[in-house]
């Protein structure tokens, strides 16, 4: 399957900035099953200086330096690439081999396998996902025994976040705690995200955050609008001799060829699609817009 994603992200300062310095992540990863044909990004006003390099994440980040005067800063960025479904299915399938269990993995991560080696960074809490409360961890356990698969019992974690939270849009931002994601039973797709990752990390699964976007179908008789589209968060667990397994709590489902990787990181603050340093004073208005066309099937 082939896409392309479109992804404007506009600010209008409410004063005159006089220099700034950005990263843009909205370049997306190459992988084994998702190939980057093409991308561009278009910078408004032009950029005194660009640099591109690929950080310890393995996401591309673009650094823009702007001199120029200017109350609005917007940045398109349209890429196109092509998922290998084929790969996709075969690495759904190959899940279903797995039967470690949770203590199977707290004893495999107590040696020195050099194959689990870089996974165990995802281990440990961030500014943005802190260990979970006693009980989250409780609530988390539910799904977890002893003689059960590890792929399994995340599956089962999976859908109860998807069964006893509610999608609301306005709720909370990026910094909303975990705590309160939980008390009250509702957010969106990166509150769910990094709720599941705290859950996870806590009783001692290494998991990432994964950001990008989900191909969206009209309801049937709608015109799918241009623009209207957003970016979507997941999340990713460990899973030893398998590697890394995505899980989509807000849809309740593995991840297939409707998902385009952005990247990835510890939580949210890697791979923002953009954060900067700006010389100006007053608030600033954020304006984006997403749209993801399928090209072909």
């Not at 909205?26 to 044909?37: C, D, H, M, W, Y």
């Not at 960025?77 to 199977?104: C, F």
């Not at 699609?273 to 984006?288: C, E, F, T």
Request: glycine share 4%.
């Amino acid at each position: 399957m082939t896409y392309e994603i479109y992804h404007e992200t506009s600010f209008e300062y409410s004063n005159i900035v006089t220099f700034s310095h950005n990263l843009a992540r909205l370049k997306p990863t190459n992988s084994s099953i998702q190939k980057l044909i093409k991308y561009n990004l278009e910078i408004s006003p032009k950029a005194y200086e660009t640099n591109e390099f690929v950080d310890l994440f393995e996401n591309t980040n673009n650094y823009i330096l702007l001199r120029e005067p200017h109350k609005i800063l917007t940045l398109k960025a349209i890429s196109e690439v092509s998922l290998d479904t084929n790969m996709i299915q075969k690495k759904i399938n190959s899940y279903l081999n797995s039967q470690i269990t949770i203590s199977g993995l707290k004893e495999r991560f107590k040696s020195s396998n050099p194959n689990d080696i870089s996974a165990k960074l995802y281990l440990f809490p961030t500014s943005l996902i802190p260990y979970a409360s006693y009980e989250i961890m409780l609530y988390t356990l539910e799904s977890f025994h002893p003689s059960r698969s590890l792929l399994s019992s995340i599956n089962e974690f999976m859908g109860r976040i998807f069964e006893d939270f509610k999608f609301v849009s306005g709720f909370s931002d990026v910094t909303t705690p975990i705590d309160t994601i939980f008390r009250e039973k509702k957010g969106v797709c990166q509150d769910f995200a990094q709720f599941a990752i705290a859950a996870l990390r806590t009783i001692g699964i290494a998991t990432r955050y994964m950001s990008g976007y989900i191909r969206t179908i009209p309801a049937e008789g709608s015109e799918k609008l241009f623009g209207t589209d957003a970016s979507h968060a997941w999340f990713s667990a460990y899973i030893p001799d398998i590697g890394w397994v995505d899980f989509d709590p807000t849809n309740n489902k593995i991840p297939d060829q409707d998902y385009i990787l952005l990247g990835y990181g510890r939580d949210y603050h890697d791979i923002a699609p953009l954060k900067g340093v700006v010389q100006s004073s007053g608030k600033s208005k954020l304006d984006v817009k997403v749209n993801v066309q399928c090209l072909s099937e």
